[in-house]
């Protein structure tokens, strides 16, 4: 079916539920239901049902939570995750992070500080300030 796009059943099991162009600017609350990809600025809210995608061109000022977070442009302010979140090659980011797994590719920046959630006690989170500097070719 050629609408596949606005059907919530859909939507709910993680599929592509849309993206933003390069071009585009936001700002405010974005209440996203599934796998979404952003390559524009947005700034404010983010919360992510399943998997929200920042692009290389994307950028990000302000505050994220969802399921699962890769990040390959521009990230400033605070990530919460459920599951984990991907620093990608390119990706600069600056701020607090709040997950139960963390990868950083090699190539990609990271200052601020990363509290690690572990299942035994979410309250208690590990915290770990890091500044990664890596060399881009």
């Given at each position: 079916?050629?609408?596949n796009i606005f059907d919530r059943n859909k939507q709910a099991s993680?599929?592509?539920s849309g993206f933003l162009e390069?071009?585009?600017?936001?700002e405010g609350k974005l209440e996203l239901?599934?796998?979404?990809?952003?390559?524009?600025?947005?700034?404010?809210?983010?919360?992510?049902?399943?998997?929200?995608?920042?692009?290389?061109?994307?950028s990000i000022e302000g505050d994220i939570s969802g399921n699962l977070i890769t990040i390959g442009g521009r990230m400033e302010g605070t990530i919460q995750a459920?599951?984990?979140?991907?620093?990608?090659?390119?990706?600069i980011v600056t701020g607090e992070i709040q997950t139960p797994c963390l990868i950083i590719e090699p190539g990609?920046?990271?200052?601020g500080r990363c509290h690690i959630v572990t299942a035994q006690d979410p309250s208690k989170p590990i915290t770990i300030p890091i500044r990664s500097i890596g060399t881009r070719t």
């Open positions: 079916m050629a609408w993680g599929e592509w390069q071009g585009a600017r936001i239901p599934g796998t979404f990809r952003i390559d524009s600025r947005v700034k404010g809210s983010i919360v992510s049902e399943h998997v929200l995608i920042v692009g290389e061109r994307g459920r599951n984990r979140v991907e620093i990608q090659t390119r990706a990609a920046m990271f200052e």
